[in-house]
């Protein structure tokens, strides 16, 4: 049996000194049954090459870092760039025709929600209120509408508005921000008789159910003035609403004000 064995490294601290057969690891495959090298100099050799694997990784590391960084700043540029309008012109029939515009050089116009002001949105907002348009957020969709600045956000009654589609449409109740809103806009006169509130008790009404899109309870865009008997004619004549005609605004709701004064008449 062999009580001692020289380590072949050139490199060795030993300096091809014999040493005791433990200091070598067994091996099958060798003649001997030990490896050539001994223990120090393979854990020596373990630590240069983990060293080597180390720093290459770092190096790799740090190149896809700088990468990632430039990747992720020229996406942020390209979401904070106005939209253009050549690129949106498909989409923008799904948006009434009165909220756009193009300006000479090609960039899209909106309408301020709140102020009704013409402003360059980014493409960052108009694919924000695209995806609220189709739902694409799920059932807690806020409307993210498009505002000029965070002032219009702030002061705009239904910004970031949420509703919780499980609680029941009776316990929904119109702050009274929005109900001011509406009789001014209407001028404290039923929307579609044009009938005063001195003549006859006015309510305002959806336009789009709140049961069947709770997250509009709050929009403008979705309410009308009109008086308790035209209220009750109008349940009676829309029992229900087509989803699609949200995406038309308030364009439809001056075509549905329309359309009721001309049933009312017949």
């Known amino acids: 049996m062999i009580e001692f064995k020289k380590c072949t490294n050139s490199k060795c601290k030993h300096n091809g000194e014999l040493q005791p057969i433990e200091n070598f690891d067994k091996n099958k495959n060798k003649e001997d049954g030990y490896n050539d090298w001994c223990k120090d100099c393979k854990h020596e050799h373990y630590l240069e090459k983990r060293e080597k694997i180390i720093k290459k990784n770092q190096k790799k590391y740090n190149e896809d870092s700088t990468f990632r960084e430039e990747k992720h ?108 809103e509406v009789y001014d806009r209407a001028d404290n006169k039923c929307e579609i008789t044009g009938v005063s509130a001195d003549d006859a008790k006015l309510v305002i009404h959806h336009v789009i159910p709140k049961t069947i899109a709770p997250e509009l309870f709050s929009d403008l865009d979705n309410l009308i003035l009109v008086s308790e008997e035209v209220h009750k004619e109008l349940h009676r004549l829309y029992p229900e609403c087509e989803l699609s005609k949200l995406k038309n605004g308030s364009k439809y709701r001056d075509k549905f004000i329309s359309e009721v004064q001309n049933l009312l008449k017949k």
């Open 73 to 180: 700043r020229k996406m942020k540029e390209d979401r904070e760039s106005p939209a253009i309008y050549e690129k949106w012109k498909d989409r923008l029939k799904y948006f009434p025709e009165e909220e756009f515009a193009c300006q000479e050089d090609g960039v899209l116009l909106v309408r301020c929600k709140k102020c009704k002001e013409f402003f360059a949105p980014t493409r960052s907002q108009m694919w924000s209120r695209w995806g609220a348009i189709n739902n694409r957020y799920g059932d807690r969709t806020p409307n993210l509408f498009l505002y000029c600045s965070d002032k219009c956000k702030k002061e705009c009654p239904h910004y970031g508005k949420i509703l919780d589609p499980n609680i029941p449409s009776k316990r929904l109740m119109l702050s009274k921000r929005v109900e001011k």
